[in-house]
C-alpha cells in the first residue's frame, strides 16, 4: 500500500547544485559527468524553475539522453521535449519536461540530462529538479537531497 508522500513514489534529484547557479556557460544540468541514471524507473519529468533571466538572454531547454554518466547528449526524437519560457513571463516560470522512458531510444541511452541552448551569456538563473517514477514502489531515495527532516506528513 503507498502512503502517496512524494517521496514513496519519486526519487528526486537536482539538476544543478545550488538553486542560485547561473546558466551562463552552462551546457546541461547536471553538468557531464554526472548524468542522471533512469534505468529501471518508468518516467521522468524535469522540472525547470526559472530565476531571474536577463532580458538579453534567449534561452532553451531539451532533454537529452546518452549512453554514459560522461557520455554525449543525443536529441530524443520527439518536439515536446524542448521547452522555450514565456518571453514575456518568464522570471519565475515553471517549465515542465515529461518522458516516458518507455520511449528512450535503446537500452543503454539511459542517462539523462536538460541540455541549455539559446543566449545566456548575461547572468540568467534556474534551478532544476528531476523526479523519476519508479517502477517498484518505493524508490532509494538520496538523503542529502531529501532528508527525513524536510518530510512532513501524517503517519498511517
Same mark, same amino acid.
Do not use: C
Given at each position: 500500500?503507498?502512503?502517496?508522500? %512524494?517521496?514513496?513514489?519519486?526519487?528526486?534529484?537536482?539538476?544543478?547544485?545550488?538553486?542560485?547557479?547561473?546558466?551562463?556557460?552552462?551546457?546541461?544540468?547536471?553538468?557531464? *559527468?554526472?548524468?542522471?541514471?533512469?534505468?529501471?524507473?518508468?518516467?521522468?519529468?524535469?522540472?525547470? #524553475?526559472?530565476?531571474? %533571466? #536577463?532580458?538579453?538572454?534567449? !534561452?532553451?531547454?531539451?532533454?537529452?539522453?546518452?549512453?554514459?554518466?560522461?557520455?554525449?547528449?543525443?536529441? %530524443?526524437?520527439?518536439?515536446?521535449?524542448?521547452?522555450? !519560457?514565456?518571453?514575456?513571463?518568464?522570471?519565475?516560470?515553471?517549465?515542465?519536461?515529461?518522458?516516458?522512458?518507455?520511449?528512450? !531510444?535503446?537500452?543503454? #541511452? #539511459?542517462?539523462?540530462?536538460?541540455?541549455?541552448?539559446?543566449? %545566456?551569456?548575461?547572468?540568467?538563473?534556474?534551478?532544476?529538479?528531476?523526479?523519476?517514477? *519508479?517502477?517498484?514502489? !518505493?524508490?532509494?531515495?538520496?538523503?542529502?537531497?531529501?532528508?527525513?527532516?524536510?518530510?512532513?506528513?501524517?503517519?498511517?
Amino acid at each position: 500500500m503507498s502512503t502517496g508522500r %512524494l517521496s514513496s513514489r519519486y526519487k528526486i534529484v537536482r539538476g544543478n547544485t545550488n538553486a542560485e547557479t547561473a546558466l551562463s556557460g552552462v551546457s546541461a544540468l547536471p553538468a557531464s *559527468g554526472s548524468f542522471i541514471d533512469v534505468a529501471g524507473y518508468k518516467s521522468v519529468t524535469a522540472l525547470i #524553475h526559472l530565476g531571474t %533571466l #536577463h532580458t538579453s538572454d534567449t !534561452p532553451a531547454f531539451e532533454l537529452k539522453v546518452a549512453e554514459a554518466a560522461d557520455g554525449t547528449l543525443d536529441v %530524443l526524437d520527439a518536439t515536446n521535449l524542448k521547452k522555450t !519560457p514565456d518571453p514575456d513571463a518568464d522570471d519565475g516560470q515553471i517549465i515542465e519536461i515529461y518522458l516516458d522512458l518507455e520511449h528512450l !531510444p535503446d537500452a543503454d #541511452h #539511459h542517462w539523462v540530462a536538460v541540455a541549455t541552448t539559446g543566449t %545566456l551569456t548575461n547572468g540568467s538563473y534556474a534551478d532544476v529538479i528531476f523526479f523519476l517514477e *519508479g517502477r517498484h514502489l !518505493p524508490p532509494t531515495q538520496v538523503t542529502a537531497q531529501l532528508p527525513a527532516a524536510s518530510i512532513i506528513g501524517l503517519a498511517g
